[in-house]
């Protein structure tokens, strides 16, 4: 934010009253103004992460932010000063120079996020650890079967409410046997389509307790935008208590809604 | 006055060897995937030796690259021109033909570098 | 030997001459009058209706955006409902991407390439016609079929089994068919740009002299040529589906649904750099005329243009982040996507250079391309970040990619293109838009980008999946969403005053001045307004801006100081020339008006549409009458054996009047055309393979296959037929009749039996194409190439025909060169099927 109002004044500074300086103002206006009136927020949101592989992303994220707003602004500046010199042969050197760098400075940084971007991918695609939790989805039209197959434990379904404990890694094996559709909780991990024929998995980590909203992320029909669901982290002992009420015979469980 | 081994007629000169090095980069993008998919069919884990695979042909590829890349360099250096080549000249025609193709090659072995290393940093099937 | 320059003639031509000359250009040109007026075929009159119903078609989906965004406006809304909603969004895009993006820059091109080029018109005016005449009737069936309720409700990109099985309604089918027939006519359109920008230069218009625009254009249709046809196949696959039950999507049946997501971003990947690059051409040739300066970095632009066609190709898989794909494949995608963004920024680099060594001149034109830089760069560094696949996992199918979609393409596409409309306009019709009227129209269009579509980056991150009808209180989208429908309103006010500006009458304004912008490139030598023969002579050119740079070009063109000043025997003609350094090498009659194209199309259209509504009769009859047509359309208006050899054009040159082979156009017309039906060809074969890879016995035991007998018979024949009638070329060149109709008539024969012998191995093996994928696959493989050698049939009977009527003679035989190529690639087809059915099985 401070970054962009400095870069904002020095773009005053270097340029005279021309008919592009508002409209930047303007538009950096709208995003500050947007981004303060909403925030980051909310139990659907990918920028307010409870999940190992929510908070990696989610730095990477502030990360190309940063630099793809300073790009932009070094970029327009460019432009506005460009189109507001006097022009002229002594300064075609320097033309053909921009050009040049033009290409070589994106090669480098396109390559430095390539493999810093590279790095972070296995982790977030593993398998977890043999002996995590697995729960299985299957993606019905328009909701979510969740299936319980553990060790020890009768299995059981839920529909559109998964339950993890805190601070362990848990398998989401994804299936469907209709049509395509994607598992999304955007405060824990990105997502994973389920494909009929198929058998996708997501490792999730959550990291801090409390309920978080899913959502359906590949058009699916007609209530695609119903198939929502909610995740619901507790500590490990509340978990287990949680878990072995389950498996008893089947009861109203309580609501989940926030 | 044209150097003996560069030929500015235009029967000697083609639009194809632009299509060239970006052409080898597309063999050589083609060649990996389908290499990448084969190896991690029915559950196979790549790791080191798949990256291997990809990376060392990439070399390869950098170095068919380059030759037409050099070919391009010397039908853009013919003595006498100053960018821009803009003359209505067949030195100039030529020159331009070869700049364009020492840039296409550039990009080409650029895209097929960050193939390779990609490949290098995770050649992984998981 | 040193290229030769033409001067233009020292002294202006007596008055007299001039006029006659002038009387005759116009008898020869003029555009016809009344209802004859639509059957015109003249590359300014097709580009006009081109234009106009892009537009058209441009305001529909505008619309519909307002409508989805009225209904995102608040939570819970009910101005629609699902199904209602689901229609508009998948018309939506379907009409911006297919009924917008791509025709206009076919629409622009077809009307001002050749104007760039000094050149009367296209090589193939009907052919244009055509094209437009198809997406008159394909993209009219889409739009109107909302209006029935019955139309896809997919989303644009149809994704099986959804669209496979879970909608019984003719709207996809009406998206497979329809599409499928204007995808055709742009590959038409294709032909056209390329043989035009290569062969129809003036003379002296050497390969690194052609405008930038010729550059883009060239590059954006030959990369039409390789991605419309994987999305025509798998539409033939989903459409065959849906229809008879083949089981190409279905898991149960060794169908796999991500082989049409592999084909479709196939195609759609590089659609959008299809979108972009005849767009941004644009934009490289308004910032030197307003720079008052030559653009800078000529070779690097050109090295943009390439290198962004070829990696395009390269990424598709980045939309199928999230499909479970193996981590190396996601790292190889990665690597591709961001590589791409490295010429993508190199030719904006240039534009600011050219800025930089010129004075920019205050003007609207301007405005739009600043619009445009600001808008397509963030696209672009957004774009960068979802390529990295990491990022992706989250930003995938959520606003975020809306957000940047829209960048993209209103920065990269729409900001272009309006500007473009007000430097063009007076090209049009010799008057201007009002320049008052295009500031406001600028304004709400970059304020209205901006309000509407950079808070859905947040919208998105935050949670809101795409293509939702509606979305939940209390998730912090509900204030994201209000501004991005309060900026829709913005957008549109500010189409609507465009709108407006582009339809109101303008009969009492004044004419512009004669090139008003003072550009440089020769399509601002149309006087106002404009001359329905284009140039009134062909000039030489030796520069990229003749207009500044050659003295007296504009009054030795007006006198018929240079080439092709008269039309002496009231045809219509342009000059062909080399692809290197444009010398004249043909002089080309080209057709006036004819109805022919609009029967073709309307037939063409029927064959495509009317399975639609299963009436599949019919639509065989209208196939049978549109080849009829066709081969009218082919016998009375093309390869027309000249009254004389050669022709005079100017200034001691001769040219012949005819050419055949590669000196011909219509053999590179043939050859363009099967790079794209190969490609289609090839498509299917990775459909094949991809099944192969897929962790399955395939093809299954215990199914049975086509033997090795039926397709080693079939193709043997074919190739057979093939050598023939290469061999007949040979012979028709030495005049040997017997041989030519002996030849001819045994290769019909065997192209008959060649396709039958290849339907016989899966006919009589009892192979079910609704059994298993693998039974449909070999059917679709033989199905095509029986369907090769029935066109092959007709090709080498239309031969016999031409030759027995004195059409096609020993010098005269464009038909069988062209007939030759068009079996090259049936031998390839052939043999690619039986390596496919008989080695491959054998190999595994």
Redesign the interface.
């Known amino acids: 934010m401070i970054c962009t109002v400095t870069h904002l004044g020095c773009l005053k500074m270097r340029t005279k009253a021309n008919r592009k300086s508002p409209a930047l103002s303007l538009f950096l206006a709208l995003l500050i103004f947007t981004a303060i009136v909403t925030g980051c927020g909310g139990i659907q949101s990918s920028l307010s992460t409870a999940g190992e592989e929510a908070e990696r992303i989610a730095g990477l994220f502030w990360i190309m932010t940063g630099a793809g707003a300073a790009i932009w602004l070094a970029v327009m500046a460019l432009a506005i000063y460009a189109a507001q010199s006097k022009g002229g042969e002594q300064r075609r050197p320097f033309a053909r120079r921009l050009i040049v760098l033009g290409g070589v400075i994106p090669a480098i940084v396109l390559f430095t996020l390539l493999v810093f971007g590279l790095n972070m991918l296995p982790s977030l695609i593993a398998h977890a650890p043999a002996t995590a939790m697995k729960v299985t989805v299957f993606g019905e039209q328009w909701w979510w079967r969740v299936r319980y197959e553990l060790p020890g434990v009768q299995p059981f379904e839920l529909a559109n409410e998964i339950w993890l404990p805190e601070g362990e890694p848990v398998e989401f094996i994804l299936r469907s046997n209709n049509v395509i559709h994607s598992f999304w909780v955007p405060s824990l991990a990105g997502k994973m389509d389920l494909i009929p024929g198929r058998v996708n998995h997501l490792t999730i980590h959550p990291k801090q307790s409390g309920v978080y909203r899913g959502a359906c992320a590949e058009y699916c029909g007609r209530a695609h935008a119903q198939m929502n669901f909610y995740v619901v982290v507790k500590p490990k002992a509340e978990f287990d208590s949680w878990l072995k009420a389950q498996s008893g015979p089947a009861s109203l469980t309580d609501s989940v809604e926030p | 006055m044209s150097n003996a081994h560069t030929d500015v007629e235009e029967k000697s000169q083609s639009l194809w060897l632009l299509a060239c090095p970006p052409t080898i980069w597309a063999v050589h993008f083609l060649g990996s995937y389908a290499l990448a998919v084969m190896w991690c069919r029915g559950g196979g884990t790549g790791g080191y030796w798949l990256g291997v695979s990809i990376a060392a042909p990439a070399v390869v590829a950098l170095a068919l690259i380059a030759i037409v890349g050099w070919n391009g360099w010397k039908r853009h250096k013919i003595p006498g021109g100053e960018a821009p080549h803009d003359g209505d000249t067949d030195e100039d025609r030529s020159r331009f033909l070869g700049l364009a193709t020492v840039l296409l090659a550039a990009l080409s072995a650029i895209a097929t570098v960050y193939i390779g290393v990609a490949a290098l940093i995770f050649g992984g099937c998981g | ?3 030769q ?1 033409h001067e233009p003639l020292a002294e202006s031509p007596p008055i007299e001459l001039q006029r006659q000359q002038t009387e005759r250009l116009l008898r020869a040109w003029a555009p016809a009058k009344g209802w004859r007026y639509w059957s015109e075929v003249n590359n300014s009159v097709v580009g006009q209706w081109y234009t106009g119903l892009t537009i058209f078609f441009l305001a529909y989906g505008g619309v519909l955006a307002a409508l989805m965004r009225i209904q995102l406006s608040i939570p819970n809304n009910k101005f629609m409902t ?2 209602t909603y ?1 229609q508009v969004f998948t018309v939506h895009g379907s009409v911006m991407m297919f009924l917008f993006a791509i025709p206009i820059f076919e629409a622009f091109s077809i009307m001002f390439l050749p104007q760039m080029l000094g050149a009367r018109d296209l090589p193939f005016p009907r052919l244009s016609a055509y094209g437009f005449w198809a997406f008159l009737m394909g993209g009219m069936t889409l739009c109107l079929s909302l209006f029935f309720n019955a139309a896809p409700s ?2 644009w990109f149809m ?1 099986p ?2 669209t496979s ?2 909608e019984p309604g003719i709207g996809p089918d009406i998206w497979l068919l329809g599409f499928s027939f204007i995808e055709v006519a742009a590959i038409a359109a294709s032909v056209e740009l390329i043989i035009g920008i290569l062969k129809s230069r003036p003379p ?1 218009m ?4 052609i405008p930038l625009y010729c550059w883009y254009v060239l590059v954006a249709a030959a990369m039409i040529l390789f991605a419309f046809p994987p999305l025509i196949t798998g539409s033939m696959l989903l459409e065959l589906e849906r229809a008879l039950n083949w089981p190409f999507f279905d ?1 149960s049946r060794g169908g ?3 082989l049409w997501q592999h084909l479709f971003w196939l195609f759609g990947h590089p659609e959008v750099y299809i979108v972009f690059l005849p767009s941004v051409a644009l934009v490289a040739m308004i910032v030197p005329t307003f ?4 653009i ?5 632009i ?2 943009s243009a ?2 962004t066609g ?2 395009s ?2 990424l598709w898989v980045h939309h199928m982040f ?3 794909l ?7 995608f ?3 996507s ?2 791409v ?3 993508t ?2 030719q ?13 001149v ?1 003007s609207l034109p ?2 739009f391309v ?1 619009g445009a ?2 808008t397509f ?2 696209g672009g ?2 774009g ?2 979802v390529a ?7 930003a ?3 606003y975020f990619i809306v957000a940047h979609l829209h960048s993209v393409l209103i920065g990269g596409s729409i900001f272009p293109f309006v500007g473009a409309t007000y430097y063009f306009y007076p090209l049009v019709n010799g008057k201007k838009l009002s320049e008052r009227l295009g500031r406001i129209v600028f304004w709400c269009l ?2 209205g980008f ?2 509407t579509f ?2 859905m980056h ?1 919208t998105g ?3 809101m ?8 209180e ?3 989208l509900e ?2 969403n209000l ?1 991005s429908s309060v900026g829709a309103a913005i957008l549109v006010a500010g189409f609507a005053v465009f709108f407006w500006d582009l339809l109101r009458n303008k009969d009492q304004e004044p004419l512009s001045e004669r090139n008003p912008w003072g550009a440089g490139t020769l399509e601002w030598l149309q006087e106002m307004p404009g001359k329905p023969w284009g140039v009134r002579s062909i000039p030489e ?4 801006y003749p207009l500044w740079d050659q003295a007296n070009i504009v009054r030795d063109v007006d006198e018929g100081r240079f080439f092709m000043p008269d039309a002496e025997e009231g045809k219509r003609e342009m000059l062909i020339t ?4 444009a ?1 004249p090498v043909q002089c080309l009659r080209i057709p006036g008006p004819s109805y022919i194209a609009f029967w073709a199309a309307l037939f063409t259209g029927g064959a495509f549409i009317l399975p639609t509504f299963k009436l599949y009769w019919a639509a065989a009859a209208c196939a049978a009458i549109a080849t009829g047509v066709i081969l009218r359309w082919l016998w009375n208006g093309t390869a027309i054996i000249p009254e004389k050899e050669r022709k005079y054009i100017g200034h001691g040159v001769e040219v012949p009047l005819y050419a055949s082979g590669p000196d011909s156009v219509g053999w590179w017309a043939m050859l363009i055309t099967m790079l794209a039906v190969i490609t289609a060809f090839v498509s299917l074969l990775f459909g094949y393979l991809f099944y192969w ?1 897929l ?1 399955r016995d395939f093809p299954p035991p215990g199914m049975p296959g086509p033997g090795w007998f039926w397709p080693t018979l079939g193709t043997a024949m074919l190739m057979g037929s093939w050598a023939l009638t290469n061999l007949v070329r040979k012979w028709n060149r030495q005049d040997d009749a017997r041989l030519v109709y002996g030849g001819l008539g045994v290769s019909c024969l065997l192209a008959i039996a060649g396709g039958a012998a290849m339907i016989a191995g899966p006919y009589l093996n009892g192979m079910d194409p609704t059994q298993h994928v693998y039974a449909a696959t070999i059917w679709l493989l033989v199905i095509w190439t029986a369907i090769h050698a029935g066109l092959g049939l007709i090709m080498n009977a239309y031969c016999i025909a031409r030759r027995a009527f004195g059409r096609m003679t020993a010098k005269y035989d464009i038909d069988i060169h062209n007939v030759g190529l068009f079996w090259h690639f049936v031998a390839i087809t052939a043999v690619a099927t039986e390596i496919v059915l008989v080695v491959f099985p054998i190999l595994k």
């Open positions: 030997m040193q290229h320059d699902a199904e689901n997919g989303g994704y089994p959804l099985k879970y002296g050497r390969i690194h002299l898991v796999d649904p991500l720079a008052r300066t030559p800078v970095g000529y070779s690097w050109v090295l390439i290198g070829f990696i190709f390269g999230t499909t479970g193996p981590g190396i494949t996601l790292a190889l990665s690597a591709a961001q590589a963004a490295i010429p920024g190199v904006i680099f240039c534009f600011i250079a050219t800025m930089l060594v010129g004075r920019v205050n301007m405005m600043f830089l600001a760069v963030i560094l957004t960068v970040m990295v696949a990491s990022f992706d996992f989250q995938h199918d959520t970059f304020i901006n309000v950079m808070p947040l991150l935050r949670g999946p795409r293509r939702v009808y509606t979305y939940s209390g998730l912090g204030t994201l501004i050119i030796d520069s990229r080399s692809v290197i350094d010398k890879t962790d």
